[in-house]
């Protein structure tokens, strides 16, 4: 992974995790139904994606497979985010997620479980 993993790449390998392997004519035609791109937009994400290191592509059919676990993608899109927009500072993420939206009781439950468990 060299480069920052965009929304039109997040899109793409969001389908790619969810279907893996797969060829490249599959996720443009998942792509045009879930998005709306043309079969040009989708193979210009994909080859910036193989590029990148995000995925790798093989032959015949265009297969594409992820080199990056979609667990360690959200991980470092987290850390990027807690970084970026609340200067590193988890708490001050969780307090802006927690201002607005009420929460179940199973909800808060797994939420301390998490936090007992670290």
Sequence with gaps: MK????DSGAKV???????????AKEISLIAAETI???KNTTYTVI???VAQGY???EEPGFICTPLVPQEQMQKLEAASLVKKLF???????????LEDEPLTEDEINELRKLIDNR
């Design 87 to 97: 200067g590193g500072s988890r708490k001050a993420l969780f307090s802006a997620l």
């Design 3 to 6: 480069e920052k993993l965009f």
């Design 13 to 23: 390998m969001e389908i790619i995790w969810a279907n893996s392997p797969i060829s």
């Design 55 to 57: 995925i790798k592509r």
């Design 36 to 38: 709306g791109w043309n």
């Design 47 to 49: 080859n910036r994606l």
